[in-house]
């Protein structure tokens, strides 16, 4: 009888499972839910929240989903989602199992997610520098914990572990005292030196940083434990990875050859490639620079431009929509606003309406927001903005890895990835214009796919 490894990802906007069969690698089940668990911002300091509550409720849902014979014969299960983010627990207690088959989340804050923007650049510049290659910006875990430690102290004393919101899941299913966490996404946390895959200790010390808060480093394609109950019919007992990065398992489930490109359009967009195996990251970081060095598997490197601004600029588009219709007295249904908007999109090939849809800024310009330029009569259309808007999201992403760049860097193929992108022809249709590198659509491309595939190689 065949077993099965299940690969689950906790994005920002939605879960996927994917059941992929251990010995042909082939995908034999999934589904996807949205979490619809963002919080609203009441604080006034730019905060970006998730419940965390409702996104375990959404993994729930999402594994009842799949078929109950194959979660009984499942092996291993891989956890990956949103990376630079933090959600705060207190070990031990940090969910509830009494359903028996399931866990629901106890005694946990929210989910601080890596859009969080309450760390002004003021305030990081107050912050030690990092012994680290990679810079710290707003919403990364470290620079999250640094606020709470100025502003909001007594917070902190309510919680004994931390991680992402992929860790704290693997920490609650095996029922471990702490969080332990890859070098994937402790590198997204800042202040984690990726050379020596060790947390910046001394310095976080000296800074009176909550030291007990850093998860344990283990190495990404490693077990974190085995699950401490049945789970969704699966059985007590069975392997866990530690978690891993969305971004290096959406690039994992496609990228065949070192001359491959991934482009992934999810929430939010990255285009990343593999560096040369003896590439060394610099020594100090380079805060300016739209590329990033991100750890892969063993000591390769991912360059990536990893953009705050993807998906994440439609969904904020509909949801100004809905918005203005309820102002205007009209009671919007939601379901099928993208089909409508995406078809407005292409039945107008070209705007000369340009959007710069830096909505939340982007990590190495975070002042530069977005802009609506060369407006005039004739380009007010929905069309005319939806395809403007679509062209914006993907000239960022290459103003911030330019096509020369790539092909300084060898890449042939760009393989495309991510549902906002499978979903959206418009999209779709500017990154073939935008790229001059032939352009590919992963088959399950995604990064629940690429969790599950590091288990069957590495396990
Ligand atoms: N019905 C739809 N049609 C096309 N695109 C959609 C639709 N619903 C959501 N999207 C896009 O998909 C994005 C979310 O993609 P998803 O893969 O679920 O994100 P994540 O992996 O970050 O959780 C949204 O930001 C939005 O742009
Ligand atoms: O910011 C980076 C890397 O630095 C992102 O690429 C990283 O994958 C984060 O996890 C995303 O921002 C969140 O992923 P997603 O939910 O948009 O798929």
């Given at each position: 009888m065949s077993s099965f490894i299940l690969g689950l990802d906790v994005g920002t906007t939605s879960v996927k499972a994917v059941l992929v069969e251990s010995d042909s690698r082939s995908v034999a089940a999934t589904h996807s839910l949205p979490t619809d668990s963002d919080l609203s911002d009441s604080s006034g300091v730019k905060a970006k929240e998730q419940d965390t509550g409702r996104i375990i409720d959404s993994v729930n849902r999402c594994l009842d989903a799949l078929p109950a014979d194959k979660l009984q014969r499942v092996s291993s299960i891989g956890l990956t989602g949103q990376m630079h983010g933090v959600v705060f627990w207190k070990a031990k207690s940090g969910c509830d199992w009494s359903s028996r088959d399931f866990f629901t989340a106890r005694n946990t804050s929210q989910l601080i997610t890596?859009?969080?923007?309450?760390?002004?650049s003021d305030f990081l510049s107050s912050l030690p520098k990092p012994d680290s290659h990679q810079s710290v910006a707003t919403g990364f875990g470290c620079a999250t914990i640094f606020w709470y430690m100025k502003h909001r102290p007594e917070f902190l004393e309510g919680f004994t572990a931390a991680g992402t919101i992929q860790d704290y899941v693997v920490s609650m299913l095996c029922g471990l005292d702490g969080c332990v966490m890859t070098p994937q996404n402790a590198a997204s946390w800042g202040f984690f030196n990726t050379s020596s895959n060790r947390w910046n200790e001394n310095i976080l010390k000296g800074a009176s940083f909550p030291l007990h808060l850093l998860p344990r480093c283990v190495s990404s394609g490693s077990l974190a434990g085995q699950t401490c109950s049945s789970w969704h019919g699966i059985p007590a007992g069975t392997p866990v990875g530690a978690a891993l990065g969305d971004f290096q398992c959406s690039v994992y489930s496609c990228m065949s050859a070192r001359t491959d490109a991934v482009l992934n359009i999810s929430t939010s967009a990255q285009v990343t490639f593999t560096m040369p195996a003896d590439f060394k990251p610099p020594?100090?970081?380079?805060?300016?620079?739209s590329i990033a060095y991100f750890p892969y598997f063993d000591s390769l490197y991912l360059a990536v431009a990893a953009s705050l601004n993807g998906g994440n600029v439609l969904a904020t588009f509909v949801e100004m929509l809905t918005a203005w219709m309820r102002e205007l007295g009209v009671e919007p249904t939601d379901s099928c606003f993208y089909e409508k908007l995406i078809n407005c999109a292409l039945n107008q090939e070209t705007s000369d309406l340009t959007v710069n849809p830096t909505i939340l800024g982007e990590r190495h310009n975070p002042l530069c927001l977005g802009q609506v330029t060369n407006i005039s009569a004739s380009n007010l259309s929905l069309g005319h903005v939806i395809r403007a808007l679509c062209r914006g999201i993907v000239s960022n992403i290459t103003s911030m890895m330019p096509a020369e760049r790539l092909q300084q860097a060898g890449v042939r193929r760009i393989v495309g990835s991510g549902s906002a992108l499978a979903r959206n022809e418009v999209l779709r249709q500017e990154v073939e214009k935008a790229f001059p590198q032939e352009l590919v659509y992963g088959q399950n491309a995604d990064s629940a796919v690429g969790v599950a595939m590091v288990l069957c190689d590495r396990l």
């Open positions: 890596w859009q969080d923007g309450r760390c002004s020594d100090s970081p380079e805060p300016s620079s």
